[in-house]
């Protein structure tokens, strides 16, 4: 199977010999278009703002169809800026004038917007190039076939100019997009309207929406939106970063979906958004900083430096009370808890050399006695800290002490030392070791 | 009394046709640590966003230097409340110090190596200078209101609004606070602040405004920060205003 995969991939790749090609082209198009905007839309948390404009810019196609007579590039364009302004527009207005929830507001004016655009359809242009059912889930597939513009097939071509528009205007707009979507209020009063910008992406969406229509249709373009930005949002915390990074989250799912597609025979463009999902999924999981693995790792590190301390420091009390019997491995390892996280603290302090270990002796190294003392002391300060300051009772500062030692450092043992009035014995009358 | 400047002339602010703020009438001279204080739903921060431009005004005006806030943005700096951004957001610190340049710099034109000098002098003044590459949700709140002032030092204004600087920050962050604010004070600059603390209002600033819908009383802490004038402020709620600004409302909505 991997090799039939880099095949198709392969074949995918050279566009002169196949129809895979085009379609691979339109794909990565299409996700690199929307992912540029997608960013900005995740960013803002409007994320269904997307689904809302792909909705509604329905009947703004009709109309412009019917006004052009054509399916040209720019009355389409015109058409869905006009939609996304008006979109925009009527959702703030029913906000703040009719105080209806944003969100119920954004579901009234596109689930409205949407309906006109079926009606129209209907009524007018039925039997022509609209067809409600390519609305939803677009032709990928037939886009190699389309009238070609310019060497290109038309979606094709008219994806790359949006894709364009896209890219100059972000490296015109770049610090105003940033500033007004990090903080509006600080953004309009320097001057750089907050409004405008709002507006400005809502216009890109609303084109970037339209271009995409014809190749994946209204409901997976909004996958392509925000998936492959949601995505970059987990893995990265650079803004430029976070938007290259999606662009190639976007292609990547366009080759990969492709071939996918291919190989189970059925909706490319589907194939191509469900392998986004996967790849969301995926970092989910996997992220660096909030993956649910690493924080799982994180978590378990933790819990082994614990097991690890509180093994050196229960040696450096048996040290203390100078018995002669020696503590065994076995029985340090019972003493922590048993299992295999207290098997491996042992074998880490091992490695660390700060202890030593025979079959029926365990004892501490230098190192080890040097870091198991410090541990004590924190131990203790901190119990003498909870009944001097906190009046807790003897019998109820060991197990706080047993959890905090491991957090206390350097610059709080001081603290602590400077706040507290005796650093010489702890509450029960045992030696704060130096 | 030198220059003034900042002045509120006859003001009032209303959200959906409810008035917040009354009749706002007041005039703040030049290099002046001033607290705006109030108890909550005063009108404290409405205050400053009607300053900025930020809320229509109802009525009256706002004088900056004599003139209109839009010609003079560039000699004004704010901090809103740190609450009001997402610090999930993927910029570094540098890059939210940098934002402060960007006025100066207009549409189109893009920081560069003379901003970035800028920024990382401004982080140094609020001792932020090592985290400059971090990315901000790593920070603790104190951190964030330090990121925030170096910002509007960046902005290199002469009249500053912060709303609430000191809400939820450290013992350490509020002294750094308090210095930089004096720091301002002594190069001339003005600073408005948000501020909820009656205990520290004589310690730290040397001008008071007194909010509550209206305008209680504003100058000089020592002659206006006093037993009455709190009194007024806090005391008793301003039940005509209220009863006035609900009428209206509701003569609005039927």
């Known amino acids: ?434 | 009394m030198g220059t003034t400047a900042f002045e509120i002339h006859d003001m009032t602010v209303a959200y959906h046709r409810r008035p917040v703020l009354w009749d706002i009438d007041l005039q703040i001279p030049e290099g002046k640590l001033v607290g705006i204080v109030g108890p909550n739903g005063a009108g404290k921060t409405t205050l400053i966003k009607a300053a900025l431009g930020l809320v229509p005004l109802a009525s009256g005006k706002v004088e900056i230097y004599g003139q209109s806030y839009n010609q003079q943005r560039q000699i004004v700096g704010y901090v809103p409340q740190r609450e009001s951004v997402d610090w999930d957001f993927p910029v570094t610190v540098r890059d939210v110090v940098l934002m402060g340049t960007y006025g100066q710099l207009g549409w189109f034109r893009r920081p560069g190596r003379v901003e970035r000098e800028i920024a990382d002098r401004c982080l140094q003044q609020v001792d932020m200078a090592p985290l400059a590459n971090r990315q901000i949700r790593q920070l603790s709140g104190g951190q964030q209101q330090r990121v925030f002032l170096a910002r509007a030092l960046a902005q290199a204004a002469r009249l500053y609004f912060l709303d609430e600087p000191f809400a939820g920050v450290d013992a350490a962050t509020e002294t750094a606070i308090v210095e930089l604010l004096h720091t301002l004070r002594s190069t001339g600059k003005t600073v408005l602040v948000v501020h909820h603390d009656l205990q520290t209002v004589r310690e730290y600033f040397d001008y008071v405004i007194l909010l509550n819908m209206r305008l209680i009383a504003c100058g000089p802490v020592e002659s206006t920060f006093t037993q009455e004038n709190l009194q007024k402020t806090y005391g008793g709620r301003l039940t005509l205003l209220d009863e006035a600004a609900e009428a209206m409302r509701i003569r609005e909505s039927q």
């Open chain 1, 1 to 434: 199977m991997p090799t039939i995969f880099a095949e198709t991939i392969l074949f995918a790749l050279l566009p002169e010999i196949s129809v895979g090609g085009w379609i691979v082209l339109t794909g990565i198009a299409t996700n690199a278009a929307c992912a540029v905007v997608g960013c900005f839309l995740v960013l803002r948390r409007m994320s269904l703002m997307g689904d809302a404009i792909s909705h509604a810019v329905l009947p703004g196609l009709v109309l412009a169809f019917l006004f052009s007579g054509s399916m040209s590039i720019l009355p389409l364009f015109v058409g869905a800026a006009a939609v996304g302004i008006v979109t925009t527009f009527l959702t703030q207005s029913l906000h703040q004038y009719a105080r209806v929830p944003s969100d119920a507001s954004m579901g009234v004016v596109f689930t409205s917007l949407f309906a006109l655009g079926v009606v129209l359809v209907k009524k007018y242009v039925s039997g022509l190039h609209f067809d409600i059912a390519c609305v939803y889930e677009g032709s990928l597939e037939l886009v190699p076939f389309a009238e070609p513009v310019a060497g290109l097939p038309r979606p094709l071509f008219t994806t790359l100019v949006v894709l364009g528009i896209n890219l100059v205007i972000l490296v015109l707009f770049w610090k105003e997009l940033k500033v007004s979507s990090f903080d509006p209020s600080l953004a309009s009063t320097m001057g750089f309207s907050a409004t405008a910008m709002h507006y400005l992406l809502m216009v890109m969406v609303a084109v970037t929406t339209v271009a995409s229509f014809e190749a994946v249709g209204s409901i997976l373009v909004v996958a392509m939106l925000i998936v492959p930005a949601a995505t970059a949002h987990l893995l990265c915390d650079r803004l430029g970063i976070m938007i290259a990074l999606s662009v190639a989250i976007g292609a990547a799912s366009a080759l990969l979906g492709y071939a996918a597609g291919v190989w189970f025979d059925t909706n490319l463009a589907g194939m191509m958004t469900v392998v986004a999902g996967g790849i969301y999924a995926l970092a989910v999981f996997l992220s660096p900083r909030h993956g649910i693995v690493s924080a799982v790792m994180k978590n378990m590190q933790v819990s082994l430096r614990v097991l690890r301390e509180d093994l050196l420091a229960m040696l450096y009390r048996v040290e203390e009370l100078a018995s002669d019997k020696p503590i065994s491995p076995e029985q340090a390892q019972q003493a922590i808890g048993g299992g295999w996280q207290a098997r491996w603290a042992l074998r880490g302090l091992a490695r660390m050399g700060q202890i030593q270990r025979s079959p029926e002796r365990l004892t501490l190294t230098d190192a080890g006695r040097d870091a198991a003392r410090a541990l004590v002391r924190s131990h203790r300060l901190w119990e003498t800290f909870l009944v001097e300051h906190l009046g807790m009772p003897l019998d109820h500062v060991h197990q706080p002490a047993h959890r905090v030692e491991h957090y206390i450092d350097q610059r709080l043992q001081q603290e602590l030392e400077s706040e507290l009035s005796t650093t010489g014995q702890d509450p029960h009358g045992r030696e704060i070791p130096k």
